[in-house]
T-cell receptor
Framework: EDQVTQSPEALRLQEGESSSLNCSYT??????LFWYRQDPGKGPEFLFT???AGEEKEKERLKATLTKKESFLHITAPKPEDSATYLC??????????FGPGTSLSVIP | DVKVTQSSRYLVKRTGEKVFLECVQD?????MFWYRQDPGLGLRLIYF???????EKGDIPEGYSVSREKKERFSLILESASTNQTSMYLC????????FGPGTRLLVL
């Protein structure tokens, strides 16, 4: 059965303290891995799509990487405005999208 | 930029009322989705549609129905609202990557 897990569940960082969020997946034929950012009370905002192992994408302080079993969202020198919940999702061979539970990130000034 | 709009940000209804949630996208996407999001349960798929007049049940369709009369508009209907349908409702449209609307926070009293 397709499954997506994310760790840690919650992460507190000091401003400027770089770290990584993990997304592990089991899927029948990966057709895309997605990262979203969600602020409280709002809809998820699309960040990245990755399609194959070894692929990397960057946007400002965020960098997403993909292997055959997991993806990492690296946050370099985070700022308080990076505080949000980060969701990972995968699309399988049958075009079904499965979301992970999310990682809640707090960046303290 | 993809724009997905939802008819209401906040909604308060009484038990037994019929509730309509509307979603409109402006990118000519074929695929549209309705999710609900609850603390600890993540995003759960209610219904989706791959074309006008077409609908498919997601993981939790009970108590809901949908309508897609035009390509850009996908409506979620709660036939007789119940307190356990209090939730955040999110609409998305997609050609591969899903783009979300701002969400409707529904409270059923």
């Amino acid at each position: 059965e397709d499954q997506v897990t994310q760790s840690p569940e919650a992460l507190r960082l000091q401003e400027g303290e770089s770290s990584s969020l993990n997304c592990s997946y089991t899927v029948s034929g990966l057709r895309g891995l997605f990262w979203y950012r969600q602020d409280p009370g709002k809809g998820p905002e699309f960040l990245f799509t990755l399609y194959s192992a070894g692929e990397e994408k960057e946007k400002e302080r965020l960098k997403a990487t993909l292997t055959k079993k997991e993806s990492f969202l690296h946050i370099t020198a985070p700022k308080p405005e990076d505080s949000a919940t980060y969701l990972c999702a995968v699309r399988d061979l049958y075009d079904k999208v499965i979301f992970g539970p999310g990682t809640s990130l707090s960046v303290i000034p | 930029d993809v724009k997905v709009t939802q008819s209401s940000r906040y909604l308060v209804k009484r038990t037994g009322e019929k509730v309509f949630l509307e979603c409109v996208q402006d990118m000519d996407h074929e695929n549209m989705f309705w999710y609900r999001q609850d603390p600890g349960l993540g995003l759960r798929l209610i219904y989706f549609s791959y074309d006008v007049k077409m609908k498919e049940k997601g993981d939790i369709p009970e108590g809901y129905s949908v309508s897609r009369e035009k390509k850009e508009r996908f409506s979620l209907i709660l036939e007789s609202a119940s307190t356990n349908q209090t939730s955040m409702y999110l609409c998305a449209s997609s050609t591969g990557t899903q783009y979300f609307g701002p969400g409707t926070r529904l409270l059923v009293l």
